[in-house]
């Protein structure tokens, strides 16, 4: 992934957000960055895993539908009362796959939601960004840390092209933001009027 690439999913998530007053426990205050990412170091970017085997999505659906089933399986997996809370305006949007087209038009595009993890009682932010990294990496999930961005996080390549991330939040007491991001896809497949996951996502099946 380009930097520019980079900042403008940073500027999506900006668009997803309203930002929440220091006495709510989802997320940081308003002079915050929404995913408490630091800015992109000056210098070249990390080398990132390629994916093994890119699951291109053919509709904006399935993009939708698999994005939802990393969020679901994700929360599923972490301490018994987690749950991922988007009310706060985070939620689904398209992204432009292409730097020279930050617009809606027609150019590939990939779907992106995020949302914060609210843990249950006893459980550390810094502990819960640990503990889904692991839980990542129990699916065969290369897992790494990134320069860049708020740390602790934990940056997710499954092989089918998609990537989860877990961010740490500033003050370090608020809850962690959890994104996943679609493969590119063709943009004349893009329906933005497909309502978004659930604002709250609670747990199913319990395990991976």
Sequence with gaps: MTRTRIHVLAAIVAVLVVACSPTESKG??????????TPIPGGPMETTPTAASP??????????DTVLGYLQRTVDGLPPGTELDS???????N?????????SGSGPTEYVVATHVIAPAGVKPTDLI????????????????????????????????????????YPANYPPLLTVVSPCFA?????????????????????S
């Design 55 to 64: 699951k291109v999505p053919g509709s904006q659906q399935e993009a939708i």
């Design 130 to 169: 640990a503990k889904t990294g692991d839980l990542w990496r129990t699916w065969g999930v290369k897992v790494m840390q990134r320069e860049g961005f708020e740390k602790p996080n934990q940056f997710g390549y499954p092989s089918d092209g998609y990537r989860v991330q877990i961010e740490a939040a």
């Design 95 to 103: 992204l432009s796959c292409d730097d020279d087209n930050t617009g």
């Design 187 to 207: 943009g004349d497949l893009r329906q933005d009027g497909i309502p978004a996951p659930s604002a709250v996502i609670r747990q199913t099946n319990r395990g």
């Design 28 to 37: 940081p205050p308003d002079s915050a960055s929404p995913t408490g990412a």
């Design 87 to 93: 009310s706060d305006a985070r939620g689904g949007a």
